[in-house]
């Protein structure tokens, strides 16, 4: 079994795609949208293969990281000094950085980001 693809509820679709590209290098699928009930989604695809989708919908209501179900998302960009380097380009770029770099108790070296909608991103070592 694999995980086939995570999903993210976002409130600014196309925001988020030029994020995700930008620093993840991602390949974006065309934007999809169901003319009935208004949702659209990009699907985001990885060098690995794996695929974050990106969803939206009119009337979404206001959410806080705190509710149930999602808690990160984790993006292996290669070694330490990889994700040293990836840190710095996001934090020149204004994106904060809520902890690390740093090797946690269960021998991750990780550090965690925030995307432009607030959503957790750990980025860490393969």
Same mark, same amino acid.
Request: some cysteine; glycine content about 6%; charged content about 25%.
């Given at each position: 079994?694999?995980? #086939?693809?995570?999903? =993210?509820?976002?409130?600014?679709?196309?925001?988020?795609?030029? $994020?995700?590209?930008?620093?993840?290098?991602?390949?974006? +699928?065309? =934007?999809? %949208?169901?003319?009935? +009930?208004? @949702?659209?989604? &990009? $699907? !985001?695809?990885? #060098?690995?293969?794996?695929?974050?989708?990106?969803?939206?919908?009119? @009337?979404?209501?206001?959410? *806080?990281?705190?509710?149930?179900? &999602?808690?990160? !998302?984790?993006? *292996? %960009?290669?070694?330490?000094?990889? %994700?040293? +380097?990836?840190?710095? +380009?996001?934090? *020149?770029?204004? &994106?904060?950085? =809520?902890?690390?770099?740093?090797?946690?108790?269960?021998?991750?070296? #990780?550090? %965690?980001?925030?995307?432009?909608?607030?959503? =957790?991103? #750990?980025?860490?070592?393969?």
């Amino acid at each position: 079994m694999k995980i #086939e693809h995570i999903a =993210l509820w976002t409130r600014d679709i196309e925001k988020m795609k030029t $994020f995700y590209e930008k620093y993840f290098n991602v390949k974006s +699928t065309e =934007l999809y %949208v169901n003319p009935k +009930t208004k @949702f659209c989604s &990009y $699907f !985001l695809i990885f #060098e690995s293969g794996s695929r974050l989708e990106l969803t939206s919908k009119p @009337f979404l209501s206001d959410r *806080s990281v705190d509710t149930a179900g &999602y808690t990160h !998302l984790a993006i *292996s %960009v290669g070694t330490k000094a990889d %994700v040293d +380097t990836f840190i710095k +380009t996001i934090l *020149s770029a204004g &994106y904060p950085l =809520l902890n690390g770099p740093r090797t946690t108790g269960d021998g991750y070296y #990780e550090a %965690v980001i925030q995307d432009p909608e607030g959503n =957790l991103i #750990e980025i860490t070592t393969d």
